[in-house]
Protein backbone atom coordinates (compact mmCIF):
# COMPACT_ATOMS: atom_id res chain seq x y z
CA UNK A 1 0.00 0.00 0.00
CA UNK A 2 3.00 2.03 1.11
CA UNK A 3 3.48 1.80 -2.91
CA UNK A 4 0.27 2.62 -4.28
CA UNK A 5 -0.18 5.83 -2.16
CA UNK A 6 3.48 7.57 -1.29
CA UNK A 7 4.58 6.67 -5.05
CA UNK A 8 2.11 5.97 -7.39
CA UNK A 9 -0.39 8.64 -5.79
CA UNK A 10 -3.63 6.53 -5.39
CA UNK A 11 -6.20 8.11 -3.67
CA UNK A 12 -7.69 4.46 -2.76
CA UNK A 13 -6.79 1.31 -2.62
CA UNK A 14 -9.52 -1.98 -3.26
CA UNK A 15 -8.46 -5.79 -3.20
CA UNK A 16 -11.17 -8.67 -3.58
CA UNK A 17 -10.69 -12.03 -1.75
CA UNK A 18 -12.98 -14.71 -2.24
CA UNK A 19 -15.32 -14.51 0.95
CA UNK A 20 -13.99 -18.20 2.66
CA UNK A 21 -10.30 -17.15 2.61
CA UNK A 22 -11.20 -15.92 6.66
CA UNK A 23 -6.97 -15.27 7.30
CA UNK A 24 -6.69 -12.91 4.09
CA UNK A 25 -10.00 -10.66 5.37
CA UNK A 26 -8.70 -10.90 8.72
CA UNK A 27 -5.51 -9.43 7.26
CA UNK A 28 -6.86 -6.39 5.45
CA UNK A 29 -9.59 -5.03 8.30
CA UNK A 30 -6.48 -5.20 10.70
CA UNK A 31 -5.12 -2.89 8.33
CA UNK A 32 -7.56 -0.34 8.24
CA UNK A 33 -9.45 -1.68 5.29
CA UNK A 34 -13.56 -1.39 4.84
CA UNK A 35 -15.50 -4.19 3.11
CA UNK A 36 -17.01 -2.00 0.47
CA UNK A 37 -18.79 -4.98 -1.40
CA UNK A 38 -20.12 -8.53 -1.60
CA UNK A 39 -20.48 -10.34 -4.65
CA UNK A 40 -22.70 -13.43 -4.46
CA UNK A 41 -21.92 -16.47 -6.69
CA UNK A 42 -18.75 -14.77 -8.23
CA UNK A 43 -17.27 -17.55 -9.71
CA UNK A 44 -17.85 -21.78 -10.11
CA UNK A 45 -15.46 -23.99 -8.88
CA UNK A 46 -16.77 -27.81 -9.78
CA UNK A 47 -20.40 -27.42 -8.67
CA UNK A 48 -19.81 -24.90 -5.84
CA UNK A 49 -20.26 -21.13 -6.11
CA UNK A 50 -18.14 -19.12 -4.21
CA UNK A 51 -18.99 -15.55 -3.15
CA UNK A 52 -16.17 -12.80 -3.43
CA UNK A 53 -15.74 -9.56 -0.88
CA UNK A 54 -14.04 -6.36 -1.79
CA UNK A 55 -12.20 -4.14 0.92
CA UNK A 56 -10.85 -0.60 0.44
CA UNK A 57 -8.42 1.92 2.22
CA UNK A 58 -8.56 5.50 1.32
CA UNK A 59 -5.02 7.67 1.43
CA UNK A 60 -6.37 9.62 4.56
CA UNK A 61 -7.40 6.69 6.24
CA UNK A 62 -3.97 4.79 5.66
CA UNK A 63 -2.40 8.00 6.52
CA UNK A 64 -4.07 7.97 10.68
CA UNK A 65 -3.01 4.51 11.13
CA UNK A 66 -0.82 4.06 14.40
CA UNK A 67 2.42 4.12 13.77
CA UNK A 68 3.16 0.59 15.23
CA UNK A 69 0.51 -0.96 12.71
CA UNK A 70 1.97 1.55 9.98
CA UNK A 71 5.34 -0.19 10.52
CA UNK A 72 3.89 -3.91 10.74
CA UNK A 73 2.43 -3.35 7.63
CA UNK A 74 5.54 -1.68 5.76
CA UNK A 75 7.23 -4.85 7.04
CA UNK A 76 5.51 -7.58 5.05
Known sequence: MQEAFEKQHAHK???EVLAF???AIHLYEEFGMQKQGYFKDYLKRGNERIDC???AIFEQE???LPNGLYEKINSR
Open 62 to 64: WQQ
Open 13 to 15: VIC
Open 21 to 23: NAS
Open 53 to 55: VSY
